[in-house]
Each structure stands twice: as structure tokens, then as C-alpha cells.
């Protein structure tokens, strides 16, 4: 759905450029890998620092607390969607007017926020009745302290979102890694000196607070035409907004639902249970991060290009972009698969490698099938504007999950869960979402999913082929090991794919990007 004519703009002003999709996504994908490597190295400290009962207590709150997006009825996709619009026929006028407005309703979402995040914290006991007593003060302070600081920061989200409305991913990324190196290193610090849950929650909150800034200040730079007045505010617009945001709205309240799994858990068998089962389901996070960024590029790009009068171009966006993310996510796959129970034995405890690791021949082709290769087609949907019957899924798909978890958990645990959550995501999320895209482009589905999964597939065979056999002679059982086997299945299969997966004329670009680098270097 277009964005509406608010006004003509008095003056047009020619934005800057955006940095082109492939450079973008560098920048996002520089960001992930620096955010995998300090979650990696963080992830161990937190959860031996904090023991497993403490660590589920952890992995629980920041799980609640992305139901605080509940509230955003899809706002935030609504600003990215309309400001890409906008600044592509160079309305400056009618940005201003979606920031004002948008600041507007996120006021009144923030004084709800905070009232929520005061009677949750009170009623712990009520919502899980099998915590441990000496966990039940850490639990209901630290979501009175994350719950209160993300009802301020809702105000400040908006900024990241106009910003990747303009497609500045470099300066969201930016912002992003700071924001990780401040938690990242206050938290070491403060685990390393003796402190616990709170103190950790207040170098988080900070952290955010650091990054939500440098984006607010960034905007301003890249859009200098800013105002911030109730003057801008129409409630024309915030109709409109919400005419927009009530599909994301209703995927976004669905993916809520789907990732709570934890809160079941918890209630069910033990806060210790909702580690073992967080554990795995974020190492798996930290790559589809990187997906996720592209996502967000994919996005604003369909809706730059369909606005721009180019939709013939969205359907190639959506295959490379999902079969190139498939195909970096393969080979990681192919290890945890081989390798996994080692590594988390290795990186976390032997306890945690008895629990988590089953988990992983469940979650990793599920995960890597569809957050890998489906993620941007959502992404597509949404900068369409054709994304209503996709919430519609995700509904269904979440009440199925929500049922599901009641009738699993209590009988098979958190095996029984990943069971739950696998299907389902392969169901909804793996065919219907690719299934919308072709009927929105008018294409063949079978076609769509052949181009994207089949060579990224061929050629993950051979490799994990070799993988079994290099088991034998390199076991896993120390770093060295492990590093090894992880250089040699990765290499493989990325050596391979560069001939195999990646478009002919796109492997060209990338050789001359290559020479172009060498010669400049060779010139200096």
C-alpha cells in the first residue's frame, strides 16, 4: 500500500545518495560478524558466571520483553516502507510529517509501557510459580529495569527506522556495533568483579541508550530538512500508518507468540530448561542476524524499486538474495550438525552439551531453510505492501505454536517444543511466505524455490559427506580440533559455491571488485 499525498512540499530537495544494496549489505553483514564474535565470547561468560538457573532467568527477560513491540501495531515498518517512498520522489515535507506523527502516537506507547513493565515485575510469582525463591527478586527487578528503559527507548526507535528508510545501514550498523561493544565490555567487567543480574541489566540498558542516540544524531545529519514539532502531526497520517501497520502489527504480535517459547518452559519445568533451550536457538541467532540485516535492506529496496516503476527487479532481489544468505548459512549448518554436541561441551559445560545439543538436528534445518532462505521474502511482502496475507499466516502458525506448547511441554520437555517449532516454521514460513511472493510477482513457486535451494543443496552434499569422514580422524575434542574441522568444511563449501551458487555476472563484479582493490593498492 503506497503512502498517502500529505502535502506538497515547498522545497525538493535532492538527498544524498544511498550507498548502493551490495554496499549496504556489507556493512551489515561487517556488523553481524562482530556481533557474533563478541555474543560468542560473552554468551560463555554470562552463563558461567551466572550458573544455569540465573542464565534462564536472563534468556527469560529479554524473551518478555520483545513484547513490548506489541505495541508498535507496525509503526516502525510503516515509517522505513513510507520514508523510502518519500525520499525517492524527494518529499521532504511528508517525512517530516511521518517522524512528527510517529513520535506522537510512540508518546502515549511509552507511558503504557512503563505502567506494564511496574505490574509484571510485581506479579512474578503469579506467572511462574516454579521459580526458585532466590531467583524471584533478580527476576521481577530485572523486568522492572529493562521493562522501564524500553518504554523510553520506544521513543528513540523511530530514528532507526528513517533510517533505514533512507538505507543508511551503514549507520545503523555503526550504531549497533557500539552499542554491542558497551554491553559486551561492561558486562565482562562487572561479571569478572563479582556483580549479577541488575548490575548487568543497567550496562545493557546503557548500552542501547548509547546506540539509540548516535541514530538519532545520524539522522539528523543525513537529513538536515529535520523538524521535530506537533505542528508536522496529522492524524490523516497516522491513519494511514496504521491502515499500513496493522498486517506488520498482526506478524509482528505472531512472531511474538512464536518466540516465547521460553515463557512455557518456564512455567512448565524449570527456569534451568529455558537456558538449555535458549542456548542453541541463539547460536543460531547470531547468523540469522545476518539475514536479518539483508532483510531490512530487501525491504526498503522492493519498495524504493516498485516505487521507482522497476518491480521487475524484485523477483531476481528475491532469489539471490535468499540464495545467497542460504549459502552462507549452509556451512555453518553442515558443522553444528557434525560438530555440535563438541562445541557446546567445549564453549559452555559438559551439562549443557547433554541437554542443548539433541536440539540442534532439529533446529538447524528448520532455521536454515527458512530464516536463511525464506527470511527476505517476507522482507519483499512487506516492502510490496502485499504483506497482509503473510500476518495472516504467521497468525496461524503462532496459535498453532502457542496450542502445540501446551500439549507438548508438559509431557516431552523442551525436545518436544523444538519439535513443535520446527514444523510449523517449515510449514508457514518455508512454503506459504514463498508462495505469496510468486502469487504477488505473478511467478511459478517451483521455479522460485529451485532457483534459490538447489545449488546451495548440490553442493552441500559432497561437503557433508566429507565432514562424516573427517569426524573420524579429527574428533572435535579441543579447540584446536574444532577450528580445524570448521576451517576445512567452511572453505569447502564457500570454494565450491563461489562457482556454484553465485550468478555468473555477480562472481564477475566480485573478481573485479577484487582486482580494482589489488591494482589500488599496488598504485599507493
Known amino acids: 500500500m503506497p503512502p498517502p499525498q500529505v502535502a506538497p512540499d515547498e522545497s525538493t530537495p535532492t538527498p544524498a545518495s544511498s550507498p548502493s544494496f551490495v554496499t549496504n549489505v556489507i556493512w551489515s553483514w561487517a556488523g553481524t560478524a562482530i556481533n557474533i564474535f563478541i555474543s560468542v565470547f560473552l554468551s560463555r561468560i554470562i552463563v558461567r558466571g551466572l550458573g544455569e538457573e540465573r542464565y534462564g532467568v536472563w534468556a527469560l527477560v529479554w524473551s518478555m520483553i520483545e513484547y513490548l513491540w506489541f505495541f508498535d501495531l507496525g509503526f516502525n515498518t510503516a515509517i522505513a516502507n513510507f520514508l523510502a517512498r ?16 510517529a513520535l506522537f502516537y510512540f508518546t502515549g506507547v511509552s507511558a503504557i509501557l512503563i505502567i506494564l ?57 555503526r550504531s549497533w556495533v557500539t552499542t554491542l561493544v558497551v554491553r ?43 523538524r521535530l514539532s506537533l ?5 490523516s497520517m497516522i491513519k494511514e500508518m496504521a491502515r499500513y501497520g496493522v498486517p506488520s502489527f ?44 539483508v532483510g531490512m535492506i530487501t525491504r526498503s529496496s522492493a519498495a524504493e524499486r516498485e516505487a521507482s516503476g522497476r518491480k521487475q527487479s524484485v523477483w531476481n532481489l528475491g ?9 552462507l548459512f549452509a556451512p555453518l549448518s553442515i558443522f553444528l550438525l557434525i560438530y555440535g554436541r563438541e562445541l557446546i561441551k567445549i564453549w559452555m559445560t559438559p551439562v549443557y552439551a547433554e541437554r542443548s545439543a539433541p536440539l540442534l538436528p532439529i533446529l538447524v534445518p528448520a532455521i536454515a531453510f527458512v530464516m536463511a532462505g525464506q527470511f527476505n521474502s517476507s522482507s519483499i511482502l512487506f516492502g510490496l505492501g502485499a504483506h497482509q496475507r503473510y500476518a495472516y499466516g504467521l497468525m496461524v502458525e503462532a496459535a498453532l505454536n502457542v496450542t502445540g506448547m501446551l500439549i507438548v511441554i508438559p509431557q516431552y520437555g523442551i525436545f518436544g517444543a523444538a519439535c513443535v517449532s520446527a ?18 510477482l505473478d511467478a511459478s513457486l517451483a521455479e522460485y524455490m529451485r532457483e534459490i535451494y538447489l545449488r546451495p543443496v548440490l553442493t552441500a552434499i559432497p561437503v557433508a559427506v566429507g565432514g562424516v569422514l573427517l569426524k573420524r580422524y579429527v574428533t572435535g575434542q579441543g579447540w584446536a580440533e574444532l577450528i580445524l574441522a570448521g576451517s576445512l568444511i567452511v572453505g569447502s563449501y564457500l570454494g565450491l559455491a563461489l562457482f556454484t551458487c553465485i550468478d555468473t555476472g555477480h562472481r564477475r563484479m566480485l573478481f573485479r571488485w577484487i582486482e580494482n582493490r589489488w591494482a589500488g593498492r599496488k598504485a599507493n
Open 86 to 101: 518519500y525520499r525517492a520522489r524527494n518529499e521532504s515535507r511528508n517525512i517530516n510529517t511521518v517522524i512528527n506523527t
Open 319 to 327: 532469489v539471490f538474495s535468499n540464495r545467497y544468505c542460504f549459502t
Open 250 to 293: 498482526m506478524a509482528n504480535t505472531s512472531n511474538l507468540a512464536l518466540n516465547q517459547t521460553g515463557f512455557f518452559i518456564a512455567r512448565y519445568t524449570s527456569m534451568a530448561d529455558v537456558g538449555f533451550y535458549t542456548l542453541p536457538m541463539r547460536m543460531l541467532q547470531y547468523s540469522v542476524d545476518a539475514v536479518s540485516r
Open 423 to 440: 514444523s510449523l516454521m517449515l510449514l508457514i514460513r518455508g512454503i506459504y511466505t514463498p508462495l505469496l511472493v510468486c502469487k504477488s
Open 231 to 235: 505542528g508536522f502531526a496529522r492524524v
Open 184 to 226: 559486551s565490555g561492561g558486562g565482562v567487567l562487572l561479571l569478572k568483579l563479582g556483580y549479577g543480574l541488575r548490575e548487568l541489566a543497567i550496562v545493557f540498558v546503557f548500552g542501547q541508550f548509547i546506540g539509540y542516540l548516535m541514530n538519532f544524531f545520524s539522522f539528523r545529519r543525513v537529513f538536515p530538512e529535520l
Open 117 to 173: 513493565a511496574i505490574l509484571i515485575s510485581r506479579n512474578v510469582e503469579w506467572l511462574f510459580p516454579r521459580i526458585l525463591p532466590q531467583s524471584r527478586q533478580d527476576l521481577s527487578m530485572l523486568i522492572l529495569i529493562t521493562g522501564i528503559s524500553s518504554g523510553i527507548f520506544v521513543l528513540f526507535q523511530i530514528f532507526g527506522s528513517a533510517l533505514d528508510g533512507f538505507q543508511r545501514f551503514d549507520l545503523t550498523t
